[in-house]
């Protein structure tokens, strides 16, 4: 008779053992055993059974799980081909061929995927690799822009400096370029207890909601904003300097949208940075 429901410890070591699994620091793999947090998480995100969710690097299936309990439909995109192959067998072996119906594994890269089958997004849940969260987080908004709420999982330092604002030491480039896309909060705090292996760090859960963008171009907001934060200590009419040509050329940007020249990146909100990077020169043929 197989288990039921959510994964726990043993449960885990049990699947792992069968895939024999590794859990590697570079895939930033750690799985969740604790079927409280896994509820926990759900709830907080919100996800009803009319939801489409979208989950990145489901592992071995706690959170697919979790999500699935509450009706919802998800496509789960996983690199590892392990576990791509296994998800949907523990899925219907656990929650049954019901809930294995309204799940889609896509096998790929995060990074790297441009479609998704079916039913697009409404939502995000995931439980992040720490490796590479941010860059992960950055490129589902930016690529797939159906899904306009979520929450994800994440280093508590990554956390921090994703709904991190204007003027406080961990305000920069992820902080910012976040900022054009959406809303970012702390939701709350994970122990490194839950978890296998057992990370050093804590982990913060980020709850997202979809905003409208600043009136600008994104890529130019994003090239002003990468300069801004290359150099944090100059103020901004040298750190831009490179952009715009010349320091005199940034200056005058600046202060067209009643910015001081001597301000430095950390002090400015996405607004700030889109108005000026109105103002960048036309590319040369």
Partial sequence: MPDL????????????????????????QNFVHDPNTVRRIVGLSGITGDDQVLEIGPGLGSLTLGLLET?????????EDSLAARLPRTVAERLGDDAAARLQVVHADALEVE?????????VVANLPYNVSVPVLLRLLERFDEWDRGLVM???EVADRLVAQPGTKIYGVPSAKMAWY???????????AVFWPVPNVDSGLVRITRREPPPGDRKATFAVVDAAFAQRRKMLRAALSGLFG?????????????????????????RQFAAIARHLPSPKA
Wanted: proline letters at 7%; glycine letters at 10%; aromatic letters at 0%.
């Fill in 182 to 192: 959406a809303e970012a909060v702390r939701a709350g705090t994970v122990g490194p």
């Fill in 71 to 79: 009706g919802a439909s998800v496509t789960a995109v996983e690199i």
């Fill in 115 to 123: 479609a998704l089958p079916g039913r697009q997004p409404t939502a």
């Fill in 5 to 28: 429901g959510l994964l726990d410890p043993a449960s885990i070591r049990r699947l792992a053992d069968e895939l024999s699994l590794r859990p590697t620091k570079q895939r930033g």
């Fill in 246 to 270: 010349s320091s005199t050329a940034a200056s005058a940007a600046m202060e067209a949208e009643g910015i001081s020249p001597e301000a430095r990146g950390e002090t400015l909100d996405i």
């Fill in 154 to 156: 994440v280093q508590l």
